[in-house]
């Protein structure tokens, strides 16, 4: 960093009042040192630019982890809420994890000339969708993410279908070529790609799912994962009681509140943090949608019992979003049987858009294991065997911040114990540590 950006990275934290433990704060891990050149690093800084990227895409202030960390290799999973027994892991400096996830178009407006471009996010899914069934969204803007030129053809199917698969990324279909013919069968007669993108680390369903819905990304969302801090500080889960709303609606809860609720509006996943999708509460009072918790092939029952109810069975656009899980060769098997049922009830008006949230793996006793350990050590050196971590998601722990002001200590102590936290060898496992707050100032690296 050059003196004078650092200049202006003090005079702004300056002119905001942060106090001087803020700035000791920000010499934490191994990211504040000279060189031989005196070239300061600032938390965060050193880490290579496309994470850092990915990082802050994922990260909302004050509902994200009060303290981050990068991994020196993909040895961590999960965190101490793991969803569905899927662990994502911690973001990490060599060996992953990967950002990329499948996307696919098919069905009715999608343009069988249509090529996608070499970069495809998440979050141009819902303006893609909104774009072929006619539909302006309001305050385009507050999203990232922008509809893909081409892939419409003009017609205006009656039914979307979203289908996710959740905890897969491309690697993990590249590596089981056989295990999904049916996608691959979409791919081939609609438009798809394996070089899709999460845009956002780290690889937590619910923030991904999110991510398809809103068509922003979580910095703009502010759904960062299956756990969050509400508006009055207190750790919640995703979508359930006393959880923040998303900052901005899903392309549903738009369509929904322009057409007056006349849109059918429905979702079947195996977990109440997967509502991303299709939102909900955004439009306060105003809410019918049709939620259904299903799992396996009850996915698929409550699926075909939805779309019985009259999805696209008028000119009014109506929305299914279905969350599978399992393993990659049943989900293909529903997919074809969802899609199937879809195509009955509208009619073929449909169009259907499929995409992964991120490779994640089964929860282990090991990883769970691991998690533990790590916050045991976190405590003893951070608070000297208080219960300071209130909760850990991949690449992040939350603080209790009561704790915090009765040990008269500041979340600097906790950055500072993970740097010592090491593996079974004594190798230490962080790469880098740091309070949110740098991820806030990263413009300034």
């Known amino acids: 960093m050059s003196g004078r950006r650092l200049l202006v990275l003090f005079l702004v934290l300056g002119a905001i009042g942060l106090p001087a433990g803020v700035l000791r704060a920000a010499c934490a891990g191994r990211s504040c040192h000279s060189d031989s050149h005196g070239t300061v690093?600032?938390?965060?800084c050193p880490l290579p630019d496309n994470l850092k990227t990915e990082i802050a895409a994922g990260y909302r202030e004050g509902r994200s982890p009060d303290v981050l960390a990068v991994t020196t290799s993909a040895t961590l999973w999960g965190g101490t809420e793991d969803r569905s027994g899927l662990a994502a892991a911690w973001p990490s400096v060599?060996?992953?994890?990967?950002?990329?996830?499948?996307?696919?178009?098919w069905g009715t407006g999608v343009s069988k000339a249509a090529r996608l471009p070499s970069v495809v996010g998440l979050d141009q899914i819902a303006p893609t969708l909104s774009t072929i069934i006619g539909f302006r969204r309001p305050h385009p803007d507050v999203?990232?993410?922008r509809p893909l030129r081409g892939v419409g053809d003009g017609a205006r199917p009656r039914l979307v279908v979203e289908i996710a698969w959740t905890g897969i990324?491309?690697?993990?279909?590249?590596?089981?070529?056989?295990?999904?013919p049916y996608l691959r069968t979409m791919m081939r007669t609609g438009v798809g790609t394996l070089d899709g993108d999460t845009g956002s680390l780290p690889l937590d369903p619910a923030a991904t799912l999110t991510t398809i819905g809103t068509g922003g990304l979580p910095f703009q969302h502010g759904i960062t994962g299956t756990l969050l801090r509400n508006d009055k500080g207190r750790l919640v889960r995703a979508w359930g009681p006393h959880s923040p709303l998303s900052v901005i609606a899903t392309l549903a809860d738009d369509l929904d509140q322009a057409m007056k609720q006349r849109p059918k509006i429905g979702l079947v996943a195996p977990n109440t943090a997967d509502r991303g999708i299709i939102g909900g509460n955004w439009y306060l009072k105003h809410d019918r949608d049709a939620v259904v918790i299903a799992r396996g092939r009850g996915a698929v029952h409550a699926a075909r019992r939805m779309l019985a109810t009259g999805f696209g069975h008028d000119e009014i656009p109506d929305i299914l979003a279905v969350v599978l899980e399992g393993t990659i060769r049943s989900m293909d098997a529903r997919t074809r049987a969802i899609v199937s049922a879809a195509v009955r009830a509208s009619g073929g008006s449909?169009?259907?858009?499929?995409?992964?949230?991120?490779e994640a793996r089964p929860a282990a006793r090991s990883q769970e294991a691991a998690i533990s350990r790590l916050v045991s050590d976190v405590d003893s050196a951070a608070a000297h065997g208080a219960r300071l971590v209130s909760g850990v998601v991949p690449g992040g722990l939350f603080l209790d911040q009561r704790e915090l002001a009765k040990l008269g200590v500041s979340g600097d102590a906790a950055v500072q114990a993970l740097m010592q936290v090491t593996d079974g060898r004594g190798r230490r496992i962080m790469d880098d540590s740091?309070?949110?707050?740098?991820?806030?100032?990263a413009r300034y690296c």
């Open 143 to 145: 999203r990232a993410g």
């Open 41 to 44: 690093r600032i938390p965060f």
């Open 434 to 441: 740091f309070q949110g707050f740098a991820v806030s100032f």
């Open 350 to 358: 449909l169009v259907v858009a499929v995409a992964g949230t991120g």
């Open 94 to 105: 060599s060996g992953g994890p990967s950002t990329l996830v499948p996307i696919v178009f």
């Open 169 to 180: 990324g491309s690697g993990q279909l590249r590596h089981t070529p056989g295990a999904w």
